[in-house]
């Protein structure tokens, strides 16, 4: 069975740029998060998903980041425009949803903002 | 915002040494969660806690939810060289969504074989 997938695994970008995220799930997993490393600090949660719709977007930093999951599948996490403080690594993480479930994550996409 | 001092930051070991690192919190938790990160890879959980005072094990790894609810150590035994990585605690606050974690800075460890 496929695990969390991330793409792209890297991307460099210049300031006021504009970069799209894709996550795509473990199959059949209903719950779908994004989080945020910003090289030595801690992973810091952005939003929750439930199938499409946003459960929980209380850590998103700020109007120009942009996450939808169309269709309850797959999500994107857009950021427009890029800023320097924007760079970290982006980790998309999947659970089917009952209490307590297991988060399994993807191994992240590393952005770069010059 | 809330924080976790997870502390040590880094550790260089002997191979067969063993490791503890810990979490604390100025606030409590329902869950505790510990997890590993290898290089190019996202987090792995090794252990779950989810009972204060609970001591549970995974072959040489053994964590325990603090009994004040504000804390939690992983302890591994009898290092090998692929113990190497950054380990991550995290913690779920009473009230707080499944997923909206909060997670420790990181304990990376280093193994001299």
């Known amino acids: 069975e496929a695990g969390v997938t991330q793409f792209p695994s890297h991307s460099v970008i210049e300031k006021g740029q504009t970069v799209t995220l894709r996550c795509d799930p473990i199959?059949?997993?209903?719950?779908l998060y994004w989080y945020r490393r910003v090289m030595g600090k801690e992973i810091k949660f952005l939003l929750h998903f439930v199938k499409e719709s946003k459960q929980d977007e209380s850590g998103m930093p700020n109007n120009r980041f942009l996450a939808e999951r169309t269709g309850g599948t797959y999500s994107t996490l857009k950021v427009q425009p890029a800023e320097l403080e924007d760079s970290g690594v982006y980790f998309c993480?999947?659970?089917?949803?009952?209490?307590?479930?297991?988060?399994?994550f993807g191994s992240g996409t590393q952005l770069s903002v010059l | 915002g809330q924080q976790l001092n997870q502390s040590p930051q880094s550790m260089f070991i002997q191979e067969g040494e063993d490791v503890s690192m810990n979490c604390t919190s100025s606030s409590i938790f329902n869950t505790w969660l510990w997890y590993k990160q290898e290089p190019g890879e996202g987090p792995v959980l090794l252990i779950a806690?989810?009972?204060?005072?609970e001591l549970t094990s995974n072959g040489r790894l053994t964590a325990q939810f603090g009994i004040t609810r504000k804390d939690s150590f992983l302890n591994i035994s009898a290092s090998i060289p692929s113990d190497v990585g950054i380990y991550f605690c995290?913690?779920?606050?009473?009230?707080?969504?499944?997923?909206?974690?909060?997670f420790g800075k990181g304990t990376k460890l280093s193994v001299k074989p």
């Open positions: 995290a913690g779920r606050r009473y009230g707080g969504s499944q997923g909206n974690l909060i």
């Open positions: 993480a999947s659970s089917q949803g009952t209490e307590n479930e297991k988060l399994f």
């Open positions: 199959s059949g997993h209903d719950n």
């Open positions: 806690l989810y009972k204060a005072g």
